[in-house]
């Protein structure tokens, strides 16, 4: 962050961001339209209005500023220092957007963000990441009803990396959102066994187990 002789500096920087860089336009459209203190119908719609502007944002030029960063050998997403309007991180605006893509059933929007994150960087050092990012691709594919796709996706995870506590628990919560609590039950057999030590990585699994 700069440091400014006067608050009209600082406004004058801020406003020169916000018209030189695509996420600090994104975020300035978001914090005019936010969603706290919203609840029921008008909850939904602000959330709804939050994932157009984001969306919307995204194609006109954060998408293609983001894939640059990638491009400049940048690993991952934590890896991007960046000034935003709040002192924000722009992964953590990432975050924050996939509950409101979420929450607005834009499921074909964050599938299509998620495989650009994955194709974007070089997550050879930053494995865990990948697997999150991996698991909501899975996560969307089920949302959108592509079962058999998703399916198909977890056990080539799965195949590839067995003891993924990510991959393994995104796969149980789209079985269970499904009521498909057999093929759980099943998945869950394979990958808990009764000498299992519980750790803070695979301590979801269990909650997961005492749910089904």
């Known amino acids: 962050m700069n440091q400014f002789y006067s608050r009209e500096e600082e406004d ?21 339209n936010p969603t706290f203190g919203y609840r029921g119908d008008k909850l939904r719609q602000a959330e709804q209005r939050q994932a157009e502007i984001f969306w919307q944002y995204w194609n006109d030029g954060a998408r293609d500023w983001l894939k640059e960063q990638g491009q400049h050998g940048t690993v991952a997403l934590e ?6 309007t709040n002192g924000d991180e722009i992964n953590n605006l990432l975050v ?20 650009d994150l994955l194709g974007f960087f070089d997550w050879n050092d930053a494995p865990a990441e990948e697997s999150v990012i991996k698991a909501f ?70 909650w997961r187990a005492e749910e089904i």
């Open 12 to 32: 004058e920087y801020w406003e020169q961001r916000i018209a030189e860089h695509p996420f600090c336009r994104m975020q300035r459209a978001l914090e005019e």
């Open 79 to 84: 890896d991007i220092k960046d000034d935003l």
């Open 137 to 206: 691709i899975g996560e969307s594919m089920d949302k959108l009803g592509r079962r058999e796709e998703c399916d198909r996706y977890f056990r080539t995870l799965l195949n590839d990396d067995p003891k993924n506590v990510e991959y393994i628990n995104m796969y149980l919560n789209c079985l269970c959102d499904r009521k498909s609590y057999e093929e759980a039950k099943e998945l869950l057999e394979k990958h808990i066994k009764p000498d299992m030590d519980v750790t803070e990585k695979n301590d979801v699994l269990f």
């Open 96 to 115: 924050d957007i996939d509950i409101v893509l979420l929450n607005t059933g834009m499921y074909e929007e964050r599938l299509s963000l998620y495989e």
